[in-house]
């Protein structure tokens, strides 16, 4: 590796460790291993007293900005001062902006606000408007006043659940405002939104939800569309989410079709050409961070393309992703960004090395074809794989296949989709009723076969392998393991590295495999999960649609694709009994005002077992490898867990 490319990659890793740095232990390792990484800079490569003096400077600069990174604070004119504290909840009228758009979803909108007054009081701040019940969707840009209240936002009581507090200081707010009904002053002009929502809305009337979602989102991304969450899941199960997020995958299809049509015309025009199609993209997808990166990317490879230079691929990715950070700190800490940027990186580095290792041992014709088609999807996940472990605690056991299947109806599907958009957005209204329906109905058959396939292949037997969430450390262990299989001048540490990705195995199959009973509470609903060998069961305070959703982001988050049995000490709605029965193979639960379990009765499967004491109105006894844990349900419907040892 060259000094400049050292340079850049050391920059990287500085704001990466600034940024994602939590508390003093990880600033300490921060600061130690920027240390040694400037003795082994001067060392390696001779730098003299000036320039290591000018290193250290432009890496302390870029220690403070990356610290920018760390979670955001409210202002002294932020709403979060006008919040009531104990239980006055007064209500109070609000003018402000919505920063997005806010579709219904469940009766209810929710959309991020800039806040202008607040109480009678001008204010700069944000805060997420709750609107419920809510009939129509908040368009991006529109003002409103509402009255209602002030309210903070729930925090996460366990990590596997949703914890709106963290979502929204994310996001710069750190408030809620609820209310039943807002009025509308006024609505800003918002040419880009308009766009968007157009294009969606015209796919989805004439491709149906399903197809048209998935065209709308082929063009715009996952973030922007609403996409049924049966859909979503499907791509995820089957390894293919990347193809509902817009990405550098879309941006390529988009650039190479705009430079083949103009490869014939003068440079200036050509390159024209190439930076309209990437601002168009751009403009529909809108700032998101894996968005920002291809477009910098290509940007950067067309200019050094077309002035007759040969582009250096890491160092391209490696300087967009430091000017990424240097003007957004906070992105280091974006899912999106991390996965595009790991995907990238295996692109760049390992898909040719892996494309020839199949053509060196492959030595039918037709198997050797697919060599580049098997190389790109391997590679990606590779460098993704620790992070699919690290924030989602799965893994697509099929995603090579799938993508090689998927393949050779994406990349038709996505330009399809783009000219489509664009002739949503320039025909007049007269020749786009004629003409759209035409063009449209081809690509809506191959929408459905392209969701069809991926419906089909989320269903296969181990489809997904559940790891659960490991800790941080072992995550580390794993990527140790497989850097030497990612990178061919580590290739002589493959089997040496084995040990690491091993030692990481046992660990978290320890954990998988361990006894254990929790209580998790949130939002008023409770789920008691019992643990033993593998398996677990569950035993919910709530019957409801979210109830059964959050116990299945628990059970999946702890590596349990089913449970046992799981009792419901509520009355299940026949609309969500299908959701209770995919997550366990029995389901027990209130019936007509009839217990799940009659006194004597129990529920039992190995090592785990629950029985209802005889005598005692509400009073079970749960028993886990042997220890019985005494549960009481309280007249509201609340359960008494108490760790009997």
């Known amino acids: 590796m060259n000094v400049a490319l050292w340079l850049v990659l050391l920059m990287l890793g500085t704001q990466l460790g600034a940024a994602l740095s939590q508390g003093i232990q990880h600033w300490c390792v921060v600061l130690v291993g920027l240390a040694a990484a400037v003795l082994l800079t001067c060392r390696q490569f001779a730098f003299s007293s ?3 003096f000018v290193l250290v400077v432009v890496l302390c600069g870029l220690l403070l900005r990356s610290s920018m990174g760390q979670e955001a604070t409210p202002t002294p004119l932020d709403p979060i001062q006008f919040v009531p504290g104990g239980s006055d909840q007064k ?6 902006r919505a920063l997005a758009d806010a579709p219904v979803r469940r009766g209810r909108c929710q959309a991020l606000l800039q806040v202008n007054h607040l109480a009678g009081q001008v204010l700069e701040g944000r805060t997420e408007l709750v609107v419920e019940p809510c009939l129509q969707m908040l368009p991006k ?8 209240q002030l309210v903070t936002p729930a925090v996460a009581t366990h990590p596997l659940l949703p914890n709106p507090a963290k979502r929204l200081a994310a996001r710069g707010s750190w408030t809620q405002f609820r209310t039943k009904q807002v009025e509308l002053i006024h609505q800003d002009h918002t040419p880009l939104a308009d766009g968007r929502r157009q294009i969606a809305a015209q796919f989805q009337d004439l491709a149906g939800e399903h197809s048209g979602g998935l065209l709308a989102a082929l063009v715009l991304g996952g973030a922007q569309v609403e996409l049924s969450s049966e859909l979503r899941e499907a791509f995820r199960v089957a390894g293919l989410s990347h193809a509902l997020a817009a990405s550098g995958f879309h941006l390529s299809v988009l650039l190479g079709a705009t430079l083949a049509l103009t490869r014939r015309v003068g440079m200036p025009l050509r390159l024209a050409a190439g930076v309209g199609a990437m601002a168009i993209f751009l403009a529909l997808a809108g700032g998101q961070p894996s968005v920002v990166r291809a477009v910098l990317m290509g940007a950067a490879a067309l200019l050094i393309r077309e002035r007759g230079y040969r582009a250096q691929p890491l160092g391209v990715l490696l300087s967009t992703l430091v000017l990424m950070l240097l003007v957004n700190p906070s992105w280091a800490r974006s899912i999106g960004f991390q996965l595009s940027a790991a995907a990238t990186a295996g692109l760049v ?23 580049p088609a098997l190389a790109v999807p391997m590679a990606a996940l590779l460098w993704t794989l620790p992070l699919q472990i690290l924030h989602f605690g799965s893994v697509p056991l099929y995603s090579l296949v799938s993508n090689l299947i998927a393949a050779p109806l994406l990349a038709p599907l996505t330009l399809a989709a783009m000219i489509l ?3 949503t957005l320039m025909l007049p209204t007269a020749i786009a009723a004629l003409v759209m329906p035409v063009l449209v109905w081809p690509v809506q058959q191959l929408a459905s076969l392209l969701i069809a396939l991926v419906g089909w292949m989320s269903v296969w037997p181990h489809a997904q392998l559940l790891t659960g969430h490991p800790q941080p450390w072992v995550v580390l262990l794993v990527i140790l393991a497989l850097l030497p299989w990612a990178l061919p001048s580590l290739q002589r540490w493959r089997w040496r590295a084995f040990p690491l990705l091993l030692l990481a195995t046992l660990v978290q199959a320890s954990v998988q495999l361990s006894n254990d009973v929790m209580l998790v509470q949130q939002w008023g609903r409770q789920w008691l999960l019992a643990r033993h060998q593998g398996r677990a069961a569950l035993i919910s305070s709530h019957g409801d649609l979210l109830s059964c959703q959050l116990a ?3 059970g999946h988050g702890y590596g349990h694709r089913r449970l046992d049995w799981v009792v419901v000490m509520d009355p299940v709605a026949s609309d969500h009994i299908d959701c209770w029965t995919e997550l366990a193979h029995t389901v027990r639960a209130e019936h007509h005002g009839l217990p799940p379990l009659f006194p004597g009765q129990r529920l039992q499967s190995p090592g785990l077992m629950l029985r209802r004491l005889r005598g005692q109105d509400r009073h079970w006894s749960l028993r886990v490898n042997g220890q019985s844990h005494p549960l009481k349900q309280s007249s509201g419907g609340a359960l008494r867990w108490k760790n009997a040892g």
Not at 141 to 148: D, E, N, P, T, Y
Not at 349 to 371: D, G, H, T, Y
């Open 50 to 52: 000036w320039k290591t």
């Open 91 to 96: 209500l109070l009228v609000i003018e402000g």
């Open 141 to 148: 840009g529109a003002s409103v006043r509402a009255q209602g």
């Open 349 to 371: 580095l390992s898909s040719q090395p892996l494309e020839q290792w199949f053509l060196k041992r492959c030595s039918q014709r037709s198997i050797r074809v697919l060599a």
């Open 421 to 423: 958009a664009l002739l």
């Open 552 to 554: 299945k982001q628990l």
